[in-house]
């Protein structure tokens, strides 16, 4: 018996310290990095119309924009909410109205406005390439990706490919790279709103003819205004 308890005590003995020598487990401290970024990719979807138009012009339809690209994002104070973002992307934009460009006889581009009633369909596209440059605020922390913006810059496009399609019922007109088109296009805008949902404007400066003017003699400024929504991914 006394065998029995000798051993006893020297198992509980043995355990004790092999607990006491035994370490807390110790877990890695994860740091939330404090150096992010905000918003690096857009794309926007936007109703396309004109300022400055002829007298008698009219859109019709719904003319369709679609632009997207990429924003390097380059915060400028230590919360990182103030940002300057610059950045590359691609627009498509189409629309419908009743400005139709032809060709005479000899070639020479011609340009009216029409009643719908006189022609069957009439549409002008164009490509581009676009350098956005922005003043950015928001009050964004880096443990959440929902927060209030509004960023606001300027918009430098060159429009590499552009198109007017005329069907006057008998005969159709395309013109591809009018020369008369302005290449280089520029404006303002602005685009506002919380998480995923923002609304967005851009008003051009630039008009959209260098030089052209209608057959009663108007000279053409009409310059694009887009308003519609943007979307910010990371």
Not at 189 to 196: E, Q, V
Request: proline share 3%; glycine share 6%.
């Amino acid at each position: 018996m006394r065998i029995i308890f000798s051993c006893l005590f020297l198992l509980t003995f043995f355990n004790s310290f092999a607990q006491a020598d035994v370490k807390p487990e110790i877990k890695p401290v994860i740091k939330i990095d404090s150096l992010y970024r905000e918003d690096q990719f857009y794309f926007s979807v936007t109703y396309n119309m004109f300022t400055d138009i002829p007298v008698n012009f009219k859109q019709n339809k719904f003319s369709l924009g679609l632009s997207g690209g990429f924003l390097r994002d380059m915060p400028v104070n230590k919360s990182r909410t103030v940002a300057i973002a610059a950045g590359l992307g691609l627009s498509y934009q189409n629309y419908y109205q009743n400005l139709t460009i032809s060709e005479d006889a000899s070639g020479a581009i011609i340009y009216g406005v029409n009643s719908s009633s006189e022609y069957a369909s009439n549409r002008y596209r164009q490509y581009s390439v676009d350098l956005p440059i922005e003043f950015r605020w928001r009050n964004s922390t880096y443990e959440s990706t929902k927060f209030w913006r509004i960023y606001g810059g300027v918009k430098l496009s060159y429009v590499f490919s552009s198109s007017s399609i005329l069907d006057d019922g008998e005969k159709t007109y395309r013109i591809n790279n009018n020369g008369d088109i302005n290449k280089f296009q520029y404006g303002p805008y602005l685009s506002a709103g919380y998480n995923t949902w923002n609304v967005y404007i851009y008003y051009g400066l630039s008009p959209l003819f260098n030089s052209a003017t209608t057959l009663s003699g108007e000279k053409i400024n009409m310059k694009t205004l887009n308003a519609g929504l943007i979307f910010y991914i990371l």
